[in-house]
Nanobody, 116 residues
Framework: QVQLVESGGGLVQAGGSLRLSCVAS????????MAWYRQAPGKQRELVAS???????TYADSVKGRFTISKDNGRRTVYLQMSSLKVEDTAVYYC??????????WGQGTQVTVSS
């Protein structure tokens, strides 16, 4: 069982920055990939960014050029650096990880609120 604990959410003005952190209970070398998802009120959960084998990264079109996903293996942590935040980035952000054979894990979520 893998536990994921997010932190770093909060209230920020549009144009500002936040950095989210997700600490895993296991060595992240044992994980196939890690990612950040978000869910805004009344909307489906969506993939924001992922980092996988060989540190290959993917981003949703809506965040490209503004968000950066990275990881620190020694700290068992994945980060989401968010810059130039927009009101529409307001959501609960969830950390996600998976292993092979397929097992998925989710964090409890952290609220990000961007005010105009």
């Amino acid at each position: 069982q893998v536990q994921l604990v997010e932190s770093g959410g909060g209230l920020v003005q549009a144009g500002g920055s936040l950095r989210l952190s997700c600490v895993a209970s296991v060595n992240i070398f044992s994980l196939n990939s890690m990612a950040w998802y978000r869910q805004a009120p009344g909307k489906q959960r969506e993939l924001v960014a992922s980092i996988g084998t060989g540190d290959k990264t993917t981003y949703a079109d809506s965040v490209k050029g503004r968000f950066t996903i990275s990881k620190d293996n020694g700290r068992r942590t994945v980060y989401l650096q968010m810059s130039s935040l927009k009101v529409e980035d307001t959501a609960v952000y969830y950390c996600y990880a998976d292993q092979l054979p397929p097992r998925n894990y989710w964090g409890q979520g952290t609220q990000v609120t961007v005010s105009s």
